[in-house]
């Protein structure tokens, strides 16, 4: 069965300071791992996401996270953090039961400080 | 913009009273998703469609229903409704067929039972 850990609930950067959230996974095939944020009051938007290509992914207002499969990670980053950036971050993996549906894991809320 | 709406965006019930949630689509995609978003648990899968009339549970599909009878369509139904219940709920759809198609998220439903 697939499943991430999100390491920390929150994370406070400073403004211009670099963006690390980390994301663990669990799968006993290859996996296919997906970063999403959301806004307050929104839903759910995509970031980026690996499909077994490339091992560094870039996605949307800069950020990127990397594969590693030697230590079961997906670790998203943005050098320089901007206030906009405060949202709550979700890392996820792809089910290949029947269902095909994404396993998200609990979170990760970003706080900006100025 | 997946072309996905919710309705209702925020609904205030009493326990025990049904209550119905819609999801509309207008790309016509075969996968459709219902989740429900709680503080410390990340998003948890209801239920899902694969197609007209082609339904499944979820990991929380206790207390809950659905209905699909038209593409576009996916109705979430809280038979008697629980103050466990309250949650915010997203409908998610899925482009395609291969499994690394991104999952579209809706706005969100916010529902308060009482």
């Known amino acids: 069965a697939q499943s991430v850990t999100q390491l920390g609930s929150h994370v406070s950067v400073s403004e211009g300071a670099l963006v690390l959230l980390r994301c663990n996974y669990s799968s006993s095939v290859p996996p296919y791992l997906f970063w999403y944020v959301q806004y307050p009051n929104q839903g759910l938007q995509l970031l980026l996401k690996y499909t077994s290509a490339a091992t560094l992914v870039k996605g949307i207002n800069g950020f990127e996270a990397e594969f590693k499969k030697s230590e079961t990670s997906f670790h998203l980053t943005k050098p320089s953090a901007h206030m906009s950036d405060a949202a709550e971050y979700f890392c996820a993996v792809k089910s290949f039961n029947r269902d095909d549906k994404i396993i998200f894991g609990k979170g990760t809320r970003l706080h900006i400080l100025p | 913009d997946a072309g996905i709406t919710q309705s209702p965006r925020h609904k205030v019930t009493e326990t025990g009273t049904p209550v119905t949630l819609r999801c509309h689509q207008t790309?016509?995609?075969?996968?459709m998703y219902w989740y429900r978003q709680d503080p410390g648990h990340g998003l948890r899968l209801i239920h899902y469609?694969?197609?007209?009339?082609?339904?499944d549970k979820g990991e929380v599909s206790d207390g809950y229903s659905v209905s699909r009878s038209k593409t576009e369509d996916f109705l979430l139904t809280l038979e008697s409704a629980t103050s466990s219940q309250t949650s915010v709920y997203f409908c998610a759809i899925r482009p395609g067929v291969s499994g690394t198609d991104t999952q579209y998220f809706g706005p969100g439903t916010r529902l308060t039972v009482l």
């Open positions: 469609s694969y197609g007209v009339k082609d339904t």
């Open positions: 790309e016509n995609h075969r996968y």
